[in-house]
Nanobody, 125 residues
Framework: QVQLVESGGGLVQAGGSLNLSCVPSGSIFSINAMGWYRQAPGKQRELVATITSRGSTNYADPGEGRFTISRDNAKKTVYLQMNSLKPEDTAVYYC???????????????????WGRGTQVTVSS
């Protein structure tokens, strides 16, 4: 059973920084793209940033220039460094990863999206 676990959220004042981490667990054959999404109260979940297995990144407008996504393939971990945080960045941040799991080694299942449970980020003014 593949699971994604986020950490690093919390309460921070406007202008502050947070660094989110996401680590998958379970029997994993490969990980393709990984990313971060967020959902604010009363709003739809939106893209924050994605990164491919080769390190190519894509940012949505709200975080571009302030957020940096990175990954450590050896640790299977994706990070989101968030600087110059604003109150409008307040949301639950979700990790996403395209993972191909082992069904039973060496049998590999199809690649699919996995989601974490989210970590709360609250930015006070």
């Amino acid at each position: 059973q593949v699971q994604l676990v986020e950490s690093g959220g919390g309460l921070v004042q406007a202008g502050g920084s947070l660094n989110l981490s996401c680590v998958p667990s379970g029997s994993i054959f490969s990980i393709n793209a990984m990313g971060w999404y967020r959902q604010a109260p009363g709003k739809q979940r939106e893209l924050v940033a994605t990164i491919t297995s080769r390190g190519s990144t894509n940012y949505a407008d709200p975080g571009e220039g302030r957020f940096t996504i990175s990954r450590d393939n050896a640790k299977k971990t994706v990070y989101l460094q968030m600087n110059s945080l604003k109150p409008e960045d307040t949301a639950v941040y979700y990790c996403n990863a395209q993972i191909q799991p082992y069904i039973k080694n060496p049998i590999v299942g199809p690649s699919r999206d996995y989601w974490g449970r989210g970590t709360q980020v609250t930015v006070s003014s």
